[in-house]
């Protein structure tokens, strides 16, 4: 066989399956920084945090996972999310384009491996009344997935 009659291969993976690296890497990444990651986590306000992080200090981190330009394109609701964090980061692939995203939150480039923070997010604390409602609810929500996974 000549190397001519071997084919070439292309890999391309569809947008689900990037969102789910990119957003395996990131929980893994802020477990590894000593956060407690939730997936798909419903706030308040009716948005779903792709990643919320709980850290020792009860800070919380949302991380939204962007799977290519398009997505992030048409999805402008991001900033609806600071209210219910102290820190908020994008999650990308590393081939994700330069320049796209805004320079306000943080960076992280993320694969189903892991990931690495880029660019670190602004602190903006949250108010006591918010991030005591905000510890209780992620409390309640993990107990819950607990129970459902036993059962």
Known sequence: MTSASVPEIELGFTRPEVTHAVTRGAAKLLADMGYAPLMEVRLPNGRRADVLALG?????????????????????????????????????????PEGVLPQEPGLIYADRFGGAVIRDAAQEPLAAARRKAMLIAFGRLSAFRMARAEV
Do not use: L, N, Q, T
């Open 56 to 96: 020792r200090k009860g800070d919380i981190i949302i991380v939204e996972v962007k799977s290519g330009i398009d997505d992030y394109r048409v999805d402008r609701k991001w900033h609806e999310y600071a209210p219910y964090c102290d820190a908020f980061y994008f999650a990308v692939a590393p081939e994700f």
